[in-house]
Nanobody, 125 residues
Framework: QGHLVESGGGTVQAGGSLTLSCASS????????MGWFRQAPGKPREFVAVITWSWGSTDYADSVKGRFAISKDDANNPVHLQMNDLQPEDTAVYFC??????????????????WGQGTQVTVTS
């Protein structure tokens, strides 16, 4: 049963910003890496960003580098995705995911073992 819940999606004009959050009903351990993926209509789910819980190491898809920022809140354990300068091609359902025992920064769907239900982000031109 999933324990991740995303929030913060919505509709924004091109050039605007949104912040997504991912809350976990379970404790997040230092062995976790938390990631964001997205899936646009008719396209496969793709990696967006990842952060490791222990060191805060991050990685981003080339398409979002410089515009998106992933962060973690150790006190309240949500993971945030700050999205700036949003473009219509960023329109997708955004998913939070957890790799509960990462070895390397996980960027593939298969690396993750827990997923949220997703939150819709729509960017209008």
């Amino acid at each position: 049963q999933g324990h991740l819940v995303e929030s913060g999606g919505g509709t924004v004009q091109a050039g605007g910003s949104l912040t997504l959050s991912c809350a976990s009903s379970k404790h997040i351990f230092s062995t976790y890496a938390m990631g964001w993926f997205r899936q646009a209509p008719g396209k496969p789910r793709e990696f967006v960003a990842v952060i490791t819980w222990s060191w805060g190491s991050t990685d981003y898809a080339d398409s979002v580098k410089g515009r998106f920022a992933i962060s973690k809140d150790d006190a309240n354990n949500p993971v945030h995705l700050q999205m700036n300068d949003l473009q219509p091609e960023d329109t997708a359902v955004y998913f939070c995911a957890a790799d509960t025992n990462y070895v390397h920064l996980p960027v593939l769907e298969a690396d993750y073992d827990s997923w949220g239900q997703g939150t819709q982000v729509t960017v209008t031109s």
